[in-house]
Structure formats: structure tokens, C-alpha cells
């Protein structure tokens, strides 16, 4: 049923890592304080670092006194008590039999019907090792809800996989194959948290509801479009992962692509999400490829350096001094189509740049006379 919500054990892989303590248990939090998790979901958390569950709580609760909505140490007390730890390595096989065991124990506990939620918050690079170790483990019965006359009734087990989906098309497609070989289709959810900002979600209801702006959004009244998304800090405890991304797979062609797709892209058939889809993988379709000849002219790159707060990035530990991975990068980009002939979308995104931005500008074409030039 639309809206109906289930209880389940929550695995999160990467449990030690930024992703869960800025976003996703804060996240988490919120939902809890608002009464939007079912009273059977429990949160286990999956890292190599020994520590109890009080242990991971403890760590967990500046976090979330920093990043959630309203925070309460009342709510929070009551919320910690449904999170759990494990230790051990998600990419070796031997872990999963005691994690296995330890799911069990918190289903009982709980009450979470035996449905289980994996949540890759890693390195991509381990995104195919955990799928793989999950297949082997026993942990995803694969066919069973298929097969009961009931399948609603059956415990189910699915997967968030986090962007970046691979490295390359040839990555890409290898970790659809290893996800499609474990679980069913429907199971599997591939998400961009960034198009869970309420200004990004915001956006078609802003072009398709507006009949003010939707007749001039096209290359014959707008000169171009800039999307910038510049943070102030650095990459923090992420060196490792980010060096093995950059700021072009970690933002350009997730998130700012994303929201390039919903800013260019045509009207959908309705606001259901296949047809939303369809309408971004169509401009995205008709990205002009940039000349291999002339990439300089349509990109640029670079590192931060450093200062008295943070060291250049290239000596953050984790990271080779000789690493030519970028933590800025601009890029112009053009569409082959009838809307956006001539205009080009310019994506930008860095750390440790001077101001926080985080901004969409829509800039219109000069009217034929500077009537009020004098005025500059």
C-alpha cells in the first residue's frame, strides 16, 4: 500500500564513516521525532573498528546534536536505544555467518519481521565485494517472495546503493550485473541524497506549475545557466574515499548532473517517477560530447592548498602527495536539441572554496536596448 511502512533491521555498511554520522543517522533521528519509522526498525551498523553498541552511540550523539532539525536528549536517548554495532569487514566472506546471527538477534528483539535493509555507505570500490559476500552468505533468499502465494506476507531484503554507480560505463554495468544477480529489481535503490533537498525538489513544480517562466525557458531568451555547489571545508575523514572519486564522480556527474537534468529537461508524461526519468535520461541524451582536442577550453581543474587550518590536500593522510585527483572542477556543457541549442550550462563544484554556494543561476539574454546602461 502507498505510504505503508515496514519494520526491519537497518545494515549500514561504512558505519564509522562521514556519510552515516552527518547524514544518515541524523536523518534517521529526524524521522523518529517526527513518527515516521515504524516501532520494529532497528539500526545495526557495520565497521572494522571494534566498538560495543554503546560505544558507537556515544559517538553518534554530538553528531546528530549537530546536524539533526531539533534535536531533544530525551528523543535521542530513546532513539539510541534501537542502534546497534558490529564489528568486522564487510568485504570478507567469513563476517556475514556471525552478522547473519546478530540480524537474527535484533529481529527477535525488535520485531522486524525478518526484513532486512542493506545500506552501502562505503567506498564504491566495495560496493561489488559486500553484494557478492551477501549472494554467498545466504542472507537474501533469492526467488523465495517470487515463489509464496502471499508475497507480501514474505520477509524482504533490499539494498540503497549511494553514488557514484562505478567508475565507468564498464564498472557501471558490472555492478548492475552483480546487484540484478542478488536481488530483484524492485529491491534495489539507487539514490542521489542530494535530490532530497527541498530547493532541488522544488524545481519542476517551479518550470511546469509556472506559466510565467516555462514559455521563456529556452536558448532564445536565456544566454546561459550556472550551477554551483562550493563548500568551505575540506574532505575531512573522507581523503581516502574522495581521492578515489574527485569532485567530477563525487558531484559533477551525480548531483549537479542531476540537477542539470530537472532544470533542461522537457515536461514529463505525469510526476511519476519512470516518466520523470525518461525526460532526464533524454537531455542527458543530448549532452554535445566535449572535443578530446580542446578539453581546456570547456574545463578546468584543481587542488586546494594549504593553510593554517588544514593542510594542502594532497598531505592528507590516506592520500599519495603525487595524486592528481581534483577537489575543484568547472565544466561548460551544451545540449544538441531544439530547447538549448547555443546555451551553455556551466557546473562547477569545489572544497575549501571562500563562501558556502550552493545555487542555480538562470541568466537572461540582454533586451535589444541598454535602455538603462547609464545606470552601471
Not at 545540449?335 to 571562500?354: C, E, I, Q, S
Request: charged fraction near 25%.
Amino acid at each position: 500500500m502507498p505510504g505503508e511502512t515496514h519494520p526491519c533491521v537497518l545494515v549500514i555498511f561504512g558505519a564509522s564513516g562521514d556519510l552515516t554520522s552527518r547524514k544518515i543517522i541524523p536523518a534517521l533521528y529526524d524521522l523518529s521525532v517526527g513518527g515516521d519509522l515504524p516501532a520494529g526498525l532497528s539500526v545495526l551498523g557495520v565497521s572494522r573498528t571494534v566498538m560495543t553498541d554503546d560505544g558507537w552511540r556515544d559517538r553518534l550523539g554530538p553528531w546528530v546534536k549537530d546536524h539533526a532539525r531539533r534535536y531533544d536528549p530525551v528523543a535521542w536517548e530513546a532513539f539510541a536505544r534501537r542502534i546497534h554495532y558490529f564489528a568486522g569487514s564487510a568485504s570478507e566472506p567469513a563476517t556475514y555467518q556471525k552478522l547473519g546471527e546478530r540480524i537474527a538477534e535484533l529481529t527477535d528483539q525488535h520485531g522486524s519481521r525478518g526484513n532486512i535493509l542493506f545500506y552501502l555507505a562505503v567506498a564504491p570500490s566495495l560496493y561489488v565485494p559486500i553484494i557478492e559476500c551477501l549472494d554467498q552468505s545466504g542472507l537474501v533468499p533469492e526467488g523465495r517472495r517470487w515463489c509464496s502465494l502471499d508475497r507480501d506476507a514474505m520477509p524482504w531484503q533490499r539494498i540503497v546503493v549511494e553514488k557514484p554507480f562505478g567508475h565507468d560505463v564498464a564498472s557501471a554495468q558490472e555492478l548492475n550485473r552483480t546487484l540484478g544477480r542478488v536481488f530483484e529489481e524492485d529491491a534495489i535503490y539507487r539514490i542521489d541524497h542530494y535530490l532530497g533537498k527541498e530547493i532541488v525538489q522544488s524545481l519542476l513544480v517551479f518550470r511546469f506549475a509556472n506559466t510565467i517562466f516555462e514559455p521563456l525557458w529556452n536558448h532564445r531568451y536565456i544566454d546561459h545557466v550556472q550551477i554551483t555547489a562550493a563548500e568551505t571545508v575540506g574532505v575531512g575523514s573522507r581523503a581516502a574515499y574522495f581521492n578515489e572519486v574527485g569532485s567530477i564522480r563525487d558531484m559533477i556527474q551525480s548531483h549537479l548532473l542531476q540537477v542539470m537534468a530537472l532544470v533542461a529537461m522537457e515536461p514529463p508524461t505525469s510526476f511519476r517517477n519512470h516518466h520523470i526519468r525518461q525526460e532526464k535520461a533524454k537531455i542527458i541524451d543530448a549532452i554535445e560530447p566535449l572535443p578530446l582536442d580542446r578539453l581546456e577550453d570547456f574545463a578546468a581543474l584543481g587542488q586546494y592548498g594549504g593553510d593554517e587550518h588544514e593542510p594542502a590536500y594532497n598531505l592528507l593522510d590516506g592520500v599519495p602527495e603525487a595524486t592528481t585527483t581534483e577537489t575543484f572542477a568547472a565544466i561548460s556543457l551544451s545540449f544538441d536539441n531544439w530547447r538549448w541549442a547555443g546555451t551553455p550550462f556551466l557546473l562547477r563544484t569545489g572544497k575549501r572554496m571562500a563562501a558556502k554556494r550552493t545555487e542555480i543561476v538562470v541568466q537572461f539574454k540582454r533586451p535589444p536596448a541598454g535602455l538603462f546602461a547609464h545606470l552601471d
